[in-house]
Each structure stands twice: as C-alpha cells, then as structure tokens.
C-alpha cells in the first residue's frame, strides 16, 4: 500500500484501534452531500464525535435537519461518511457483520406493505441471520413484545402509523440485538402509541439492552435516557450523562410565619417568590444568593424553613444549548 | 446464498401481486389466438405469421417483466423500504443478486406461461406441432431478456425510474440494430466495440424457425454462456457503483 494510501485509509479509518468499552464511537464523522455535482454542498453532519457507553439508553437530541438520520445511517454505513470514521461495537462503520448484533428502526417504517406481518417478519429474520428452526419462534416472541400477536395474520397495508411502528420495533429485535438503533421512534404517534413504544423501551431496557434513539420530543427522551446528545446544525453541542448536564436550577425554600420586615432584603436575592397560607415559596437561583438568603432566613429568627434543589428540564437546557450556539455561529459567521 | 433468495421470492412475489402483470398475459394469450384468424389474409404464410406474433409477444411480455428491475430499485430507494432491508447483515451485492434473479423468475415464469400459449394455440389450429426448435428459440430469447434485465439492474442504481426505463428500451433497440452492424462492418474494433454491448441480434432466431429453420445447439448454448458472462459483467458494474450509493 502506498504512503498516500495508507494516509487516506487512516483519514477514512482513525479509530483503528478498538474503543475502550463505547458501544458507539466516532471521530471527525463528516458528512457532506454534493448536489449538481458539487455546486451546492451540504454539511449535513459536521466532525462529530460521539461516545456511547454500553448499557444505557441514550438519547440523540436536535432540531430538525440537524443530521440525526444522516449520523444514525453513516453508524449502520448506509451513507458513506465524507471525513472522519467511527466503531461501533468495536467494529468499524459500515461493517456487515457488526448489524447481526444491531436492531433497526427507520424513522419512517416504510415496509413491503404486500406482506402480512408474520410473513414480514419471517422475512427479516432469514435477513437477520437467525437459525431456520428458531425463526418461528423469534416472530411469535417479538410479535407478543409489541402486542401484535393478534395481527400477525393481516397485511402491513391495513396498519396504523403506530401498529407500523411497533413492527418496526419487532423486527430490529427478532435476532436479539445488543445494540437498538430506533430513529424516530414516537414521531407521527398519538399519546396512547407513544405510551406503548416507551412501555417497550423500558422493557428493552431492563433486558439490558443498549438503546441508541433519536427524538425530538424532549419529555420523552428525559423520561427513558441516562445520556444524551444534542446535535445543532450538524455538530454535536453537548454530550453526557442526563442527570450532570441537567445539573440544577437552584434551591426552593419553604419558609413558615416568615416575618414581614424581611422581605425587602430577601426580595432582591430571590429569582421568586409565592405566598400560600402562612407559608412563603422562595426561588434562589445562584449558590451565593442561597447562602445569603438562608443566613437571612436563619438571622431573622425563621426556624421552619424546607430546602429541595430544583433541577432543570431538559427543555430548558436542550433551548439554552441550541440558542447559545446559533448565537457563537451567528458571530462566527459575522467575524468570518 | 439463503438471503439472496429471499430477496428474490420477495421481489418475485411482489411482483406477482400486480394485477397489470395478470391483465398483460390476459391480453397477450388473446392476441395470439386472434392471430389465427389475421393469418387467412396473409396468403399462405399463416403459419409463419402465427409462430412470429407468438415469439414477438413473448418477448413484449418478457421485456416489460425485466424492465422491472429499472423501476425497482430507484422505487425502494424513494419509498425508503431498502433502509430497514439494507441495515440487516445482508451485502449490497447480494441484495442486487436477489433482485436481479427475482426479476429472472418473474420473466420466465411470464414467458413460460405466453410460450405454453403460444404452443397450445398454433397446435391448436394444426399449424405447428411443438418441437424443439421452438423451445430453443424461446430460450435464446429469455437470453436476450436476461440481459435486458441485467442492464436494467446497472441503470437502476444511478437513474430514476422513467430514466432508466427509457435508456433499458433504448438499449434494447439499439442491441438489435447493433447486433446486425457488427454482422455486416467490415471493422474488427468496431465489432469489438459492439460486442461490448448487449447483442440481441444473435438471439433473433424464432424468425428462422418460424421459416422451418433449424437452430442449432452451438448456438444456444453461446446464447446462454454470453448471457451468463454478460449478466454477472453488469451485475458487478451494478454492485461497484451500488456500494458507493448513499441510501439516504
């Protein structure tokens, strides 16, 4: 192989050297799709480097367009990375071998909608490698895993958006998958479908599974994830576990029969305050206000005060992110 | 090999679902029998006439199958159904390879169906008795739409669906109207350019047996053998170039 060769495959390849124990790894992922041959050029996906640890269900969060699909695809080398490369259970990206222990789900389930479900999913399992004796089974478990057993004789045809949904999920997991890659999986969903995909989530979850799911819809994805990333405009802004990026909002104070004169000095240190009863609700956001305002508290002779940190919701810190790095872009784009 | 034909009994079935599949060999069974009554005004050459329209009704039947691999591809492709076949342990070669050889079984299955027709109604009518030349005719033009096929398979990959449809048929055309330059230039490279591409004329022979003709054996066995090199030819310019396809 010649040097240029060389510096090319470790270019398309830099993770060459097995991950220490990340279920997804990547480095530099790019991906940039030419249209009318090269005169319009888009960065769908932009350096993006990803670690997911084993066991977890993790959420990958972003607006719409931001690359989530395009990442999810290049991880299972249905679209070919521009730059950049990447494992997946210690094996390189696109590798064919690495998607007998990985379940799919499209984001949109679009299947051979002549077939009827049993058949699709026998179908699948003859793809997905699984043994010609154990196959009949994989479908009947499956099938009872997102409650269409009773459906396993109609056609995809004749599905709901939601019914198609949970085949999805019945097929990414006929062959026992270490690794779930759902892509939308509550999109287009009313509240009672998107209540039973969490219900198998969960249940995957708890078969310790690791889940890799692209959302939009934040309550969901603060519900079922222990790690998150959120992805802008085709680079990843933040990563890491849900419950450290939430971190805190602050402190409330529950404080019964404060007295009135203290109210002038409190009030300036407070993000707010409520009064219900005899009781006062006082919001303090920055840690030194806390400690000022629980001296104050303590100094003016208030012996029944209640404390509870008030955490984030993710909404809160998936808008901060988003809008504070559209802002460095917009900046960016200005000096440049 | 078993999820190659899994690939191929799904696009054979699917294929087999369309109705307009059904209503074609309707219509192509029709006009073969009705070629017996236009062979009375062709003075004395009936019978050529009716082994003629047979053979060529076969091949529209067999065409329009194999031109199912234009549309099939670049169709999974809009509809997204490739993504989730595409994401199991399955190659992008051999997903080709089921394509291509569940189209094959559609083609022969129709013209299997037209041919048996053709035959039944000339014996019918007491104009030809089956024999063999009549099926070495017909297999020298599965050949052809073996290779059609294959083509279609190549265009597929990169073309839209009406695109590759269009330049399919136009290659067909253009392989027949090529096949009879190579036979009469006088130019070896411009043969050889020629016999880089499909040759149809060298299956053309139904219209030699439908004179009394004999075909012989040397012949339909090249027929095979180039059609066979010709199809796994295309079916690897169809996988190098499928490989590198972003199924977005």
């Known amino acids: 192989m010649s040097f240029e060769k060389c510096l090319y495959f470790v270019r398309q390849n830099p993770l060459t050297e097995p991950s220490d124990n990340h279920i997804i790894e990547t480095q530099g992922l790019t991906k940039v799709y030419n249209r009318w041959f090269g005169f319009r050029m888009t960065e769908a996906v932009s350096g993006l480097d990803l670690k997911v640890p084993p066991d977890c269900t993790f959420g990958f969060l972003g607006p719409n367009g931001a690359g989530k699909t395009t990442t999810i695809k290049m991880l299972l080398g249905l679209v070919r990375p521009t730059r950049g490369g990447g494992r997946v259970l210690d094996r390189p990206l696109g590798n064919q071998e690495v998607r007998k222990r990985i379940g799919f789900l499209p984001e949109e389930p679009a299947f051979s909608r002549h077939l009827k479900a049993r058949e699709f999913l026998t179908l699948c399992a003859k793809l997905s490698h699984v043994e010609p004796d154990e196959q009949k089974k994989r479908v009947g478990e499956a099938l009872e895993t997102v409650k269409l057993s009773h459906r396993a004789g109609s056609r995809l045809s004749e599905f709901s958006r939601g019914m198609l949904q949970r085949i999805g999920i019945a097929q990414a997991l006929l062959h026992d998958p270490t690794l779930l890659i759902l892509d939308e999986p509550m999109t287009g969903l009313d509240p009672p479908g998107r209540r039973e995909i969490k219900e198998i989530m969960q249940n995957l979850r708890q078969r310790e599974k690791t889940i890799f799911f692209s959302s939009h819809i934040l309550s969901d994805v603060e519900e079922l994830c222990d790690s998150i990333g959120i992805l802008n405009q085709g680079r990843l802004v933040l990563s890491g576990p849900i419950l450290d990026l939430l971190g805190t909002a602050g402190v409330e104070y529950t404080v019964t029969n404060m007295p009135a004169t203290l109210l002038p000095t409190i009030e300036p240190l407070v993000a707010g305050m409520q009064k219900r009863n005899d009781q006062w609700i006082l919001q303090v956001a920055e840690k030194p206000n806390q400690e000022k305002v629980r001296r104050i508290l303590s100094d003016g002779g208030c012996s029944d005060i209640e404390s509870h940190r008030l955490q984030k919701n993710l909404d809160d810190v998936f808008m901060e992110t988003i809008e504070a790095d559209n802002e460095r872009r917009g900046k960016e784009t200005q000096h440049g | ?248």
């Open chain 2, 1 to 248: 090999m078993d999820d190659v034909m899994v690939i191929a009994q799904n696009t054979a079935s699917r294929v087999l679902r369309m109705k307009a599949l059904y209503f074609l060999l309707a219509i192509v069974i029709c006009i073969i029998a009705s070629g017996q009554l236009y062979g009375d005004i062709t003075v004395g050459r009936e019978k050529e006439y009716s082994l003629d329209l047979g053979f060529a009704m076969t091949m529209i039947v067999g065409v329009l199958c194999a031109l199912v691999t234009c549309f099939d591809l670049p169709r999974e492709l809009r509809e997204k159904t490739m993504v989730a076949v595409l994401s199991k342990p399955l190659g992008r070669d051999r997903y080709l390879i089921g394509k291509f050889l569940g189209v094959c079984e559609i083609t022969l299955i129709s013209m299997a169906i037209v041919g048996v027709g053709m035959l039944v109604l000339t014996a019918m009518a007491g104009q030809f008795r089956p024999n063999l030349e009549i099926i070495k005719a017909l297999i020298l033009v599965y050949c052809a739409v073996v290779q059609l096929a294959a083509v279609g398979i190549v265009l597929g990959t990169f073309l839209k669906e009406w695109l590759a449809t269009l330049l399919a048929l136009v290659t067909f055309w253009g392989s027949y109207a090529l096949g009879y330059v190579a036979a009469n230039t006088t130019s070896t490279i411009l043969q050889k350019i020629i016999y880089l591409l499909p040759n149809f004329a060298i299956m053309g022979s139904d219209n030699v047996v439908a004179r009394g003709g004999i075909i012989e054996w040397r012949l339909v066995g090249g027929g095979v053998l180039l059609t066979a090199v010709y199809s796994l030819i295309m079916l690897i310019v169809a996988g190098l170039i499928f490989r590198r396809k972003d199924i977005a």
